[in-house]
């Protein structure tokens, strides 16, 4: 059987990675475009003369030609411009609107059969508008904001409660900024939830509103330490997630920017919501129970998401 074939659509800081990633694990062949001649082949070459040291088997081919990727399995969306510090999300909407344009016809054109996934910013409004502009069904176009959340959510609370990573699980809902919901009572260490870990002195409340909050600021952390660009490691390892979990037909429950078609009573975009994600791409929206103040801070990122939409709309008309 034949290899499948990755095609990551924008080489820069988490393209490459993502190309890293996907020969190291095997994952198919890949092929990594960019607008910037020379870097996609540049960076798929030095990926292809890592492969005798690694020995893996893989293809890596750089390209500025969209009829490359024509019948990839799976396209992984980095096509953009990221935040500088002192920059939200959102500041980058106009000029990535443009891009998920280009984007969504070059995917449409040779890749219609893809699993695509979106990482470019404002995440919820750019995989809304490149599943406009691509016209693909919208169980084959998500985007990757939730698992990247919840990783660093689970990162922070193995720190503070000393146990492996591997044993916390946690949950991260709504949009990708600075409303997004950190979901206390569904996280947990090896089953038992947070607020339980409270009672049992593992921490205090305190701590957890902290940790929280640096949750929800994870992104611009980064986006500060390193003064260019932001966070590309752990954003290119979630998606791997999310791709592999397609390929393989693993139907993982992982939270990705899902189109709601009714879900949590709401329709017509996507926001971030936990979702089984197998050979049918995003095979189902889980609904979970919600008490009041996680509905209101839920209903706040969505009026927030809601927002980055129409202001998309409203910049191109082909979308209203
Ligand atoms: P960067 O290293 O600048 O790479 C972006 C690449 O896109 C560059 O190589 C550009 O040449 C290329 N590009 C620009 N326009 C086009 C086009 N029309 N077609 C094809 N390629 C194009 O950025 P990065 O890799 O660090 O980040 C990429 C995007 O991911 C940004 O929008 C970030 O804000 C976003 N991001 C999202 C998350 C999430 O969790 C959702 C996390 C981190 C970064």
Same mark, same amino acid.
């Given at each position: 059987m034949a290899r499948p074939k990755i095609a990551l659509i924008g080489a820069g800081q988490i393209g490459g990675t993502l190309a890293h990633l996907v020969a190291l694990k095997e994952l198919g062949d890949v092929v990594l475009f960019d607008i910037a001649d020379g870097t996609p082949q540049g960076k798929a070459l030095d990926i292809a003369e890592a492969g005798p040291s690694e020995g893996f088997d893989a293809t890596i081919k750089g390209t *500025?030609?969209? #009829? /490359?990727? #024509? &019948? #990839? /399995?799976v396209c992984i969306v980095t096509a953009g411009v990221p935040r500088k510090p002192g920059? %939200?999300? /959102? /500041?980058?909407l106009g000029i990535n609107l443009k891009v998920m344009k280009s984007v969504g016809e070059g995917i449409a054109a040779h890749a219609p059969n893809a699993f695509v996934i979106c990482i470019t910013n404002p995440l919820d409004a750019m995989v809304w508008a490149l599943r406009e502009f691509s016209g693909l069904p919208h169980n084959k176009v998500c985007g990757m904001a939730g698992v990247l959340d919840s990783a660093r959510f689970r990162h922070f609370l193995s720190l503070e409660f000393?146990? %492996?990573?591997?044993d916390v699980t946690a949950f991260v809902l709504g &949009?990708? &900024?600075? *409303?997004?919901v950190p979901l206390v009572r569904y996280s947990t260490v090896a089953g038992i939830p947070l607020p339980d870990l409270i009672d049992m002195g593992w921490t205090t409340q305190e701590k957890m509103d902290a940790i929280v909050q640096r949750t929800r600021d994870g992104g611009a952390e980064i986006v500060g330490l390193l003064g260019n660009g932001s966070a590309f490691y752990a954003p290119a390892t979630s998606a791997i997630e999310m791709a592999e979990a397609y390929l393989k037909d693993q139907k993982r429950v992982l939270p990705c920017a899902a189109y709601v078609d009714g879900n949590y009573g709401l329709d017509g975009f996507y926001v971030g919501v936990p979702t089984v994600i197998g050979a049918e791409g995003v095979e189902r929206v889980v609904e979970i129970k919600m008490n009041k103040d996680e509905q209101d801070m839920f209903d706040k990122s969505i009026n927030a998401v809601k927002g980055l939409v129409s202001a998309c709309k409203e910049i191109d008309n082909s979308l209203a």
């Open positions: *500025t030609d969209y #009829a /490359d990727i #024509a &019948g #990839a /399995d920059m %939200s999300r /959102d /500041d980058l000393n146990v %492996s990573m591997k &949009g990708h &900024g600075d *409303t997004m």
